[in-house]
């Protein structure tokens, strides 16, 4: 079955250094990654993903992912972080199984930015 | 606006208590889905459909039901909700299927007694 893993439940960053939230996934076939944030009392907001082509992707808010196929991976990063980006963070894959079309979640990293 | 609303925003009934939390679009999106948000379970997908008269499980459908009887609707119907049931709602809607961009809802608090 498709999978995706959030291995740290929580991550802290001082404001102005660079933050990485992991994801690891398990799939069948070519991966479609998703990355979703959560502010509080919010619904999701899409920030970015990968379905084909460069390794490095660009999302909202200056978030990017990198797809690792080696490592089964793709990690969130911002060059810099800013108070603002405190929020719950999650993964997300693709799931065709069975000829479905689902989106299966991570359990969620809430990163907190300190000033 | 584009947007997808949810209502009620809150809820408190009782077990057995028949009820339903409306979901709808105005995007004219195909694809609709509801999930349910836990504390260290993430979200976890209900039901989806791809398209009206569509519709199919997620990875928790058991105690749930829906339509898609128009396309900016698709509501959550819990027959005989129980107290394994209290959660946080989300409905979302993407243009075509589970790779577009999912736009959510505010999210449905639900409790039951």
């Known amino acids: 079955a498709q999978s995706v893993a959030q291995p740290e439940d929580q991550v802290n960053v001082a404001e102005g250094n660079p933050l990485t939230v992991k994801c690891t996934y398990s799939v069948s076939g070519n991966p479609y990654l998703f990355w979703y944030v959560q502010y509080p009392n919010r619904g999701l907001q899409f920030l970015l993903k990968y379905i084909t082509g460069d390794n490095l992707v660009k999302g909202s808010y200056g978030f990017e992912a990198e797809f690792n196929k080696s490592q089964t991976s793709f990690h969130l990063k911002k060059p810099s972080a800013l108070v603002s980006d405190s929020a719950l963070y999650f993964c997300?894959?693709?799931?065709?199984?069975?000829?479905?079309?689902?989106?299966?979640f991570g359990t969620g990293t809430r990163l907190q930015v300190f000033p | 606006e584009a947007q997808v609303t949810q209502n009620p925003r809150y809820l408190i009934t009782v077990t057995g208590k028949k009820l339903t939390v409306t979901c709808s679009q105005n995007?004219?999106?195909?694809?609709m889905s509801w999930y349910r948000q836990d504390p260290g379970l993430g979200l976890r997908q209900i039901y989806y459909s791809m398209n009206v008269e569509v519709t199919d499980k997620g990875d928790v459908p058991e105690g749930y039901k829906v339509s898609r009887k128009e396309k900016r609707n698709f509501p959550l119907i819990l027959e005989s909700p129980s107290p394994n049931q209290t959660s946080l709602y989300f409905c979302a809607s993407s243009l075509t299927d589970s790779t577009d961009t999912q736009y959510f809802g505010p999210g449905t608090r639900l409790t039951v007694l």
């Open positions: 997300a894959v693709r799931d065709r199984s069975y000829n479905t079309d689902k989106l299966i």
């Open positions: 995007m004219n999106h195909e694809y």
